[in-house]
């Protein structure tokens, strides 16, 4: 029995990945009658029959699943914003960062179009997420710069892609392998909609046994369904260690006295675009939580 990646499933067929070779695979009958579902990232055992068709006889527990992309074992997500043109929306960002924590998935924050601002600018967009921990690299898919390094950190790992249209992840991915040929510009963004309906997710081969899926996440614009405002704090990881010294234990940092996060925010340690933004996804969850 070998080992692989399932790549993609279409028409009944799933496609597996196995030491450089693709294999493809049908379902032992007991898995069609189950009707369970197979997804992209999904680590299988399957037998070789004539090559290149094989059946697939098992699948491995997954570490996570997304919904959207339907992908399977997703380690990293590739968040991208542009440093200009379109200007970051930092509470978009701040908003995918929670989504992609709540699924256990590993940010990595890509700004694209370094070409476009200066080293100072660059270096105030990129502060507040290096302080709080956050891997981040700054890149020119138009120049060809920091690929390399982008790559580096993506070794060996299911991603996932998220991030606004226009701040260039077509042209990223062009970048980091010239054989994918993504369509890029306005021309492409008109038929994505249409076409990401119909399309199964496809995960494309970065080498190095890494893989990214080829429709973006994470998307959403309202927080997780499940998180509760008690849990918003664990979402900043620069807070943690200032947290420690608020008088409540409980403290939401929020209207409390002696909240040692507050004071920190008031003294310049901690960013305050990303507390103020903190400020309005916790008055989002308790809006919805209706405790006014
Ligand atoms: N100046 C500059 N423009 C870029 C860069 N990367 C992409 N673009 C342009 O930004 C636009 C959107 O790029 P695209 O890859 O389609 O973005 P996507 O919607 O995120 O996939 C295109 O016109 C690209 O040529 C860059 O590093 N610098
Ligand atoms: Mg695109
Ligand atoms: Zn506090």
């Known amino acids: 029995m070998a080992k692989g990646l399932l790549i993609k499933g279409y028409n009944g067929f799933y496609y597996v990945e196995s030491a450089g070779e693709i294999w493809t695979c049908s379902l032992r009958g007991r898995f069609r009658i189950k009707n369970q579902d197979f997804l992209a990232g999904d680590h299988v055992e399957f037998t070789k029959l004539e090559h290149p068709k ?66 100072a600018t660059a270096a105030a967009v990129m502060k507040p997420y290096q302080d709080a921990g956050f891997e981040t690299v700054a890149v020119s898919a138009g120049e060809n710069r920091g690929i390399e390094t982008l790559k580096e950190k993506l070794d060996g790992r299911i991603v996932v892609l998220a991030g606004p249209s226009g701040v260039g992840k077509s042209s990223i991915l062009n970048r980091i392998d010239s054989g994918f040929c993504l369509a890029t510009g306005a021309l492409s963004r008109k038929t994505e909609r249409g076409r990401h309906t119909t399309r199964r997710v496809e995960l494309l081969p970065l080498g190095n046994s890494t893989y990214i899926a080829d429709t973006p996440g994470f998307s959403a614009l309202y ?62 969850l308790k809006e919805r939580e209706g405790k006014y």
């Open 54 to 119: 094989g059946v697939i006889e098992k699948v491995y527990d997954r570490t996570n699943q997304l919904v959207r992309p339907a992908v399977a074992n997703v380690e990293k997500a590739l968040v991208t914003f542009a440093f200009a043109n379109p200007q970051p929306d930092f509470l978009l960002l701040d908003r995918i960062l929670i989504q992609v924590l709540f699924q256990r998935v590993t940010p990595v924050i890509c700004f694209n179009k370094r070409d476009l601002v200066d080293e």
């Open 223 to 284: 927080l997780p369904e499940e998180l509760k405002k008690e849990e918003l704090a664990a979402y900043y990881p620069e807070f943690a260690e200032a947290a420690l010294y608020c008088r409540f234990t409980s403290c939401l940092h929020d209207r409390e006295q002696d909240c040692e996060v507050k004071n920190d925010v008031a003294e310049g340690i901690l960013d305050k675009g990303r507390y103020q933004r903190y400020c309005t996804f916790l008055n989002e």
